[in-house]
Structures are given as structure tokens and as C-alpha cells.
């Protein structure tokens, strides 16, 4: 096969033309929108992972509580809430689903600090193996939202950034032109630090 001139001329201007998209930044937004959706199921993840401690930190205290029925109920309806507020990634530029889903999150964490508080009257329950385990594992786990929350946090300023900025602007004008600001998780005073534990 014999290359012409101005068939050789065309390739030369496809491949320049492809290096210069591939460098101008068109990737970006897509880039880091998916970034946060990624972050964003690691919070998701994290919250699921307490919501799957709690029955049996439940159960392991009102072995020992049986008359903190207020305070057990308490932590199981806040769970169940908690767990019934999803928001998928597609909804992550509606301000009022991350509002919803943040507002749940924080009833349970003030239901598992009084649960946690509650232990302090109880001291066979707060020797027992099963409670000590428990309490390091949700420990672990309040300290993974965290650094979770705050990568998403992160996340969603970099691609927010982004069709504010040049060359992200001149994308976000012509091809991305439907694509919305994310919502930042913004906790509630207090939400952001775990529930403490005085023993």
C-alpha cells in the first residue's frame, strides 16, 4: 500500500489532533467526576460496615442492660433509619439527599454514643470479650468514615474546581454543559468525631 502525500498529511493531523485532545484536559472532568463517585461509595461502605456492627453490639449489651430498653431501641431505630436514607452517585448534586443521608447518619452516632455511655454502669459488661471486640471494631470504623468522608470531601473540591478553571471551563461550556456541581459532605456539629467511650 502506497501512502500520498496528502493521505500522509491526514494521519499527521489525526495524530496531532489526538495528542492534543489527549493533553488538553477533555478527560478531566469525566476523570475526577468518577473519582468521586468512587470516594463517595467508600463512605457508603464505611457507614454499611457500622450499620453491620451495631445488632450484635446491641445484643452483647442488653445481655448485660436489660433495663436500657430506652437507649437499645433507641440505637436500633436510628439504625434502621440510617440504613433506609441511600443516596446512589447519581444523586450526588441534590442537596437535600446528601442533607437526608447526613442527618441520619449523625441520629446514629448520637444513639451510639449514649448505647457506649451506657456500658460505664455495667462493669462485667465492659470486661466482656465480645463488647471489647466490638468497641475496637466500630472504633475502627468511625475512624475509616473519617478519612473516608474527607477523601470524598476532596474529591468533590477537585472536580467542582475543575469547569471553574482553565482548560476545564472551556469543556465544562461546550461538551459537559449538563454536568452539576456535586454537594461536599458537610456534617453536622458534632457528627464528625466519634462517639466517646470513658471507661
Partial sequence: MHLTFPRLRALAAVALLSLGLAGCGYNTIPTLEES???????VQNNYQRRADLIPNLVATVQGYAKQEKDVLTAVVEARAKATQVRVDASQLTDPDKIRQFQEAQSQLSGALGRLLAVSENYPDLKSNQNFLALQSQLEG???RIAVARRDYIDAVRAY????????GLVWASTFFRANKPMVEFAAGEGAQTPPQ???
Avoid: G, S
Wanted: proline residues 10%.
Fill in 197 to 199: 467511650v470513658k471507661f
Fill in 160 to 167: 467542582n474546581t475543575e469547569p471553574r478553571t482553565l482548560p
Fill in 141 to 143: 470504623t468511625e475512624n
Fill in 36 to 42: 468521586a463517585k468512587a470516594k463517595w461509595a467508600d
